[in-house]
């Protein structure tokens, strides 16, 4: 993964750190995946934002950007 010129990923995280049952390496290829075609299909000198909130109920993760949309 290889950002283009001007491009920043922009991580934050809200919430106590917790324990999640999950299946670590599917976890990881879809945020890869994810944040691959953020880069790939957004312009440069943009910001993607990665963000992940955490409570006692859920984990939520939301990476964005200002290219072309996914149907």
């Known amino acids: 993964m290889m950002l283009k010129p001007g491009q920043q990923i922009i991580f934050k995280h809200r919430g106590e750190s917790e324990l999640v049952s999950l299946d670590q390496n599917l976890l990881k290829n879809c945020i890869i995946i994810l944040i691959d ?10 910001f993607i934002h990665f963000h ?20």
């Open 37 to 46: 075609n953020a880069i790939k299909y957004s312009k440069n000198a943009i």
């Open 52 to 71: 992940i909130k955490i409570n006692e109920k859920k984990c939520a993760i939301r990476i964005s950007d200002n290219g072309i949309d996914i149907p």
